[in-house]
């Protein structure tokens, strides 16, 4: 914009600007002239009384400013660490406590995790059991005990680790409004819950991607961090199991709305 009015100031032509040294009647002691050329360049001529005229050139870049290089700015994004999970989680941010929880996850599975920006599943084995536990303790305390993987690898236990009865049992996935029995994945993030409320379903959060299938997942809720705790749930639910054995309820046939469903979403 500058340069536009600049150059329609100069138009091909000449401007001069007088300088009288403070006399209206003396004739001028030197004398400035501007001109300009289609190529955008801009010449400016001295004349003087006692010196020879002088000429400087300066060109007009008409197409885009010089480029500035911008001072480094720091990234804004704190670095995850299981004390911000904490303060997160008491704070009651469930949803940027998420975000920290799959960073920290990144952090923890190795250099390869952290370059890609995602963990492979083969890399979960990579995290500690003590990392992993501390995190899921952090989600249970500041949830009251609804929210954890080891809530997650409890209830996966109960849907006889059937991926898509567990989605529906953790709230993700939705049930839709239809006369046949039909559900659908949440909109990330808007459709997930952030805030506990009497509805908001146990083992809701954290989230863990499954775009690239149920693995991930799979071997989060099977890490050994978790297996000791597993196990004296299994012995529990299996004592107060009266009428039916184990066998008998996994030989159960999946409903037909649940057959072949795909998990396809990117949280």
Avoid at 53 to 81: C, G, K, L
Avoid at 90 to 108: F, K, S, V
Avoid at 148 to 162: A, H
Avoid at 237 to 255: L, V, Y
């Amino acid at each position: 914009m500058a340069n536009a009015s600049l150059q329609s100031f100069l138009l091909p032509q000449h401007h001069s600007f007088v300088n009288t040294g403070g006399s209206h009647e003396s004739s001028p002691s030197a004398l400035l002239k501007l001109s300009t050329n289609n190529s955008g360049s801009i010449s400016f001529r001295l004349y003087s009384n006692t010196s020879p005229s002088v000429t400087t050139t300066s060109t007009v870049n008409s197409s885009a400013p010089t480029p500035v290089t911008p001072a480094a700015v720091e990234d804004s994004s704190p670095t995850p660490s299981i004390d911000l999970l904490s303060r997160q989680l008491a704070a009651g941010d469930y949803r940027q406590a998420d975000e920290t929880t799959r960073a920290l996850l990144i952090e923890l599975a190795g250099e390869s995790a952290r370059r890609r920006g995602y963990v492979f599943f083969s890399e979960v084995q990579f995290i500690s059991a003590e990392d992993l536990r501390a995190i899921d303790e952090l989600w249970k305390e500041h949830s009251n005990g609804k929210f954890g993987y080891s809530v997650q690898r409890r209830l996966w236990e109960k849907s006889r680790r059937d991926f898509t009865r567990f989605f529906i049992k953790v709230g993700w996935m939705k049930k839709l409004d239809t006369e046949i029995e039909q559900y659908n994945y949440r909109a990330f993030p808007d459709e997930f819950m952030w805030e506990i409320k009497d509805d908001t379903p146990e083992g809701h959060l954290p989230l863990t991607n499954a775009l690239r299938g149920t693995q991930l997942l799979g071997n989060i809720l099977t890490h050994p961090a978790f297996e000791e705790e597993s196990q004296e749930d299994e012995a529990t639910a299996e004592s107060a199991t009266t009428g039916q054995s184990k066998d008998d309820s996994k030989g159960k046939e999946r409903p037909k709305f649940m057959r072949d469903f795909k998990p396809n979403y990117s949280f």
